[in-house]
């Protein structure tokens, strides 16, 4: 099993943009330069705009927040959530993505 270190994943984080991450398991939509989608985190309560695009990723920040159940994470998280993974497995799955080799 390949162990990373702290520097892989910093750089794993660097290469993978958290748009491009989020555009494998979600329609992103870019609205007047921010990124937005649907939350998959909380079950559509019949308001209008409960599911329909509120969460937003920040390019700038790669973080991702949604403004209506405040579900929120880096990279790292979205993927842990939409795979049901553990850390170590969303490390490797986007270490595998950018075809990453360890430094060690
Ligand atoms: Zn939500």
Known sequence: MTAYSYNDIVEIQKKNDIVDVFKIFLEVINFDGM?????PFHDDDGFVM?????????????????????????????????????LTDAVKFLAERINYVCEV
């Open 50 to 86: 409960s599911r329909a695009k509120v969460m937003y990723i920040s390019k700038e920040k790669q973080k991702f927040r949604c403004y209506h159940c405040n579900a929120n994470g880096d990279v790292f998280t979205i993927v842990m959530k939409m795979r049901n993974c553990t």
């Open 35 to 39: 990124n937005w989608c649907e939350c």
